[in-house]
């Protein structure tokens, strides 16, 4: 059973904010009318010109030679992973990464590829000594170890240079590639007061996903050298990933780099106030980093909020217990927001 297919209050009739994640962002009537005005071409025979303007925009923005736009961050990163990595090598990677913890193990069971999970450091790194350890030695007994996977933003928080920089030192050291998981590295770049070149130049190969805060619906973008952009290409045909007229997708990605990056900000902001209001209720505890808010209530009663919020038009990820993630993005409107907080005050004061 899907993690999602019991929130409470997903089937209301009328939902006017939903707030369990930035996937749920939906394309505005601009982004629409990019889409219906977009020339297209087959671009497995590489003649989309709107997915090769696509393509050329990310690989100029992050730095790198080359990229490739895919349906999913999930395939995304399957194919970085399958395009650094041969059966039986190794991926050193964070236990509550997404790559390990929610691709459905991909890397290994289409690949053959062995993932090493390390701890997860609560500012969203891994420690430098746990990296250094798990980089196995030259040995017929271990698996090659191969590339280091991390995560950019993690939980909302986003990893800072320095910290990147105390990751990466110990796999450049050993010869090792570093792949990171970027679907929200604009968040993290506009959290730090960076560029996205100055994440993107530390790793070898960045996966950017346009369907989450940047609002587009579909598709994400792998960036890195031509090479191994060119062996991902053939793992993305392999694993069903190559597309015809993707140019319509490939549209509204375009937008959204024009048009959505810069407002990841406002997106922050609201998420502090989303934040700050809870506090002031005094009912549990508050994590906040950009664009998210993690509320673990003190009366332990998650689904009873879900439900309490839902009669107001607000749907949260509410099941089980621990801490609730709520996720601010383009789609909440001043209204929606107004909502969600005359709610949270209702049940929880």
């Not at 346009?210 to 045909?237: Q, T, Y």
């Not at 993630?325 to 709610?343: N, P, Y």
Request: charged share 20%.
């Amino acid at each position: 059973m899907s993690q999602y297919s019991q929130t409470p209050g997903a089937n209301i009739a009328e939902v006017i904010c939903d707030l369990r994640s930035d996937t749920v962002t939906r394309p505005d009537a601009a982004m629409r009318a990019a889409m219906a005005a977009a020339e297209v071409g087959d671009d497995v025979y590489g003649e989309d010109p709107n997915v090769n303007r696509l393509e050329s925009a990310l690989a100029e923005r992050s730095g790198k030679e080359a990229a490739l736009f895919l349906p999913t961050g999930t395939q995304s990163n399957l194919v970085a992973l399958l395009a650094h990595c041969g059966r039986g090598e190794e991926i050193l990677t964070g236990r509550g990464y997404h790559v390990y913890k929610y691709e459905a193990g991909g890397a290994s069971a289409l690949g053959g590829i062995v993932l090493d999970p390390l701890g997860v450091s609560e500012d969203g790194g891994l420690r430098p000594a746990d990296i250094a350890a798990a980089v196995k030695e030259d040995d017929s007994h271990h698996p090659i170890t191969r590339l280091l996977s991390l995560e950019n933003t993690h939980n909302g928080k986003a990893v800072s240079l320095a910290r990147l920089d105390e990751c990466i030192a110990p796999v450049r050291a050993a010869g090792l590639s570093v792949h990171l998981d970027g679907a929200r590295v604009f968040n993290a770049a506009t959290a730090l007061g960076c560029e996205l070149t100055e994440i993107a130049g530390r790793f070898d190969t960045v996966s950017i996903c346009l369907s989450k805060g940047l609002g587009a619906p579909v598709g994400s973008v792998l960036v890195g050298p031509a090479d191994l952009i060119d062996r991902a290409r053939r793992w993305r045909k392999m694993v069903g990933g190559g597309m015809r007229q993707a140019g319509v997708l490939a549209a509204a990605g375009l937008h959204a780099l024009d048009h959505n990056v810069a407002r990841l900000a406002e997106d922050h902001a609201r998420a502090e106030a989303l934040a700050s209001a809870l506090r002031d209720l005094g009912a549990g505890s508050v994590e906040q980093d950009t664009n998210m808010v993690f509320f673990t209530p003190s009366t332990g009663e998650n689904v009873a909020l879900g439900m309490a919020l839902a009669k107001q038009g607000v749907v949260i990820s509410a099941g089980g217990t621990g801490a609730i993630r709520m996720v601010l993005h383009k789609d909440v409107t001043d209204d929606g927001f107004a909502a969600t907080l005359a709610g949270l005050k209702a049940h929880l004061s």
